[in-house]
């Protein structure tokens, strides 16, 4: 159950433009918990931990918390409807970047 990756993250913000290359992992806890944590190439980590909920057969919750060594302690919260099999409307509320919406397309 255990994964492994690797990539690049790109920011353009604040104190931290540019692209670090990360190290991580992702580990589904108990009651279909997600875990994953990274280190990047800079030394800085962040941990997290996600749950989604089915309302109903199309209306699903979802919340985030994550602690980063830039940024502290972050959360999201919110609703995705399934409109069809690929598609999805989601509505969500971010501590840092606040409300936002769109689509979410699956392939």
Do not use: C
């Amino acid at each position: 159950f255990l994964t492994l990756f690797a990539g690049a993250q790109f920011t353009n913000e604040g104190d931290y433009p540019g692209a670090r290359g990360i190290f991580g992992y992702r580990y589904p806890l108990p009651f279909s918990i997600g875990t994953y944590g990274w280190v990047d190439t800079e030394g800085e980590f962040r941990f997290g931990a996600a749950k989604s909920y089915p309302i109903t057969d199309r209306l699903y919750a979802f919340g985030e918390v994550e602690y980063d060594t830039q940024l502290q302690y972050e959360w999201a919260a919110g609703l995705e409807y399934i409109i069809g099999k690929n598609i999805s409307a989601v509505g969500s509320f971010h501590s840092e970047f606040g409300v936002g919406g769109g689509l979410s397309v699956r392939f």
